[in-house]
DNA sequence: TCTTATTGGATCATACATTATTTGACGGAA
DNA sequence: TTCCGTCAAATAATGTATGATCCAATAAGA
């Protein structure tokens, strides 16, 4: 019923983007996120243009505003390339995520009002109900729930930066499952949150968010190692 | 002598980027964190194309590369404008160094050479040898003896995104001097930051480089709020 | 193996069509 | 007169099309 979009939640804006339904910006970068198109492969903007039913100039303009998202790859005179979203990219930003979220939230946990704690309430009552019976719906759900506290902080540099990066986690995840143990450790996380900022603790919420991003981007990259070998052997 | 040079020194490159030797792209890159192009000034493509004795082709997917860097804000069918750096922008970016640069450097202090302990101190020989005289050759000094510290981490990700926020602090920095008391600040936490390397005190050494860099993002954001005072009284 | 064509494709330059925004003139209403 | 809304021209953004040039990878030949 509610929607939770896959979208920058009001207040989270791509830097600059701008509201360009299924640009063929969307498309690729989608293509490359999803996975459909693969790690290091060729962009050659005539296909590209073809298979989207349009000309060079705008697949051109999409693969250079992609180049500076850091989704592809450029080497003079030899075009575009997918740039993998391997292991050690993923590590990357979680990492990344360990070191900005704690900071996010702490800011968050002195901002908070109750509308703020009844809606991340309600949230995890959803993902409680759904139990990660439908993985993309918890996705959703998890980020709104992480959105809630992120969206209004000062910083909005951090705060794009953890979006776009949220959108690579979730979409790289999509492929796997969550493990028993991995689904326990999520719910108590929330739970957990939602008491210390209630009870205004800010500085053990931002720990426990910095174990939770911890938590979540170990469980993604074993994920990934254990296809890898399994694709490998 | 030695060339310092204002580029990603080795292993660091901007994602995809590519050795285009004085591109639009860089051009108007360096417009606009120079300040030569103003904040919110509207980047007409002909124009700009015009400007620089090119087609229209180019400058369009300049902006768009720079779009997905956040220099510039597009709005639809409105064209792009230049993104302002200004105070909150700096904050914004400053901030994310002090929450980056002190894991960077805790990594370091585990992995540093004697020979990286030698350039450091090389380094800081020639920036106490300057003495902020030349204030563009302390940024180029000061730079350089930070990207010893990063450049071979291995979280790429941070790595690049220290440096690009590095380029635009150091053109913003450019337009002010350092008061004596932050000179003599950057040369304690330089000299003791050495120490702490040669100590291998990982943890005191990444307090006291987010301390230094809070000081420096600060300090340039004091500078820029009194010459915008100065200007408005 | 080394050198030389061939070719695919990137990159740039034009030219033009379409569409959206901006602006300013105009005319009517308060 | 002043304010407001409408309309049309001017301005650009955005997309299409085509040709020229240059580079890099590959194939062909010495």
């Not at 250079?64 to 930003?93: K, S």
Request: hydrophobic share 40%; no cysteine.
């Amino acid at each position: 019923m509610t929607d939770f979009k896959a979208k920058p939640p009001m207040g989270i804006d791509a830097i600059g983007a701008s509201t360009e339904g299924a640009s063929i910006y969307e498309l690729i970068r989608d293509d490359i996120i999803e996975g459909r198109l693969k790690a290091n492969e060729r962009l050659v903007v005539t296909d590209l243009a073809q298979r989207h039913g349009t000309s060079t100039n705008p697949v051109r303009e999409a693969l250079q505003l992609l180049r500076g998202e850091g989704f592809v790859i450029f080497a003079p005179n030899r075009g575009a390339r997918v740039r993998p979203i391997d292991q050690d990219f993923v590590r990357d930003i979680y990492e990344i995520g360990v070191l900005i979220e704690p900071a996010l939230t702490r800011w968050f946990v002195g901002m908070a009002t109750e509308a703020d704690i009844a809606e991340l309430e309600r949230l995890q009552g959803l993902i409680e109900e759904n139990n990660f019976a439908d993985q993309l719906r918890h996705s959703e759900l998890d980020t709104a729930f992480h959105t809630v506290m992120y969206q209004r902080h000062y910083n909005r540099h951090a705060a794009e930066l953890w979006w776009k990066h949220r959108e690579v986690l979730r979409a790289v995840s999509r492929r796997f499952n969550f493990t028993l143990s991995r689904r326990a450790q999520v719910m108590r996380d929330h739970r957990e949150l939602i008491e210390l900022i209630k009870a205004g603790e800010a500085e053990k919420a931002a720990e426990l968010v910095g174990r939770h991003v911890e938590g979540s981007g170990r469980h993604i990259l074993e994920q990934m190692r254990a296809s890898s070998t399994a694709r490998a052997g």
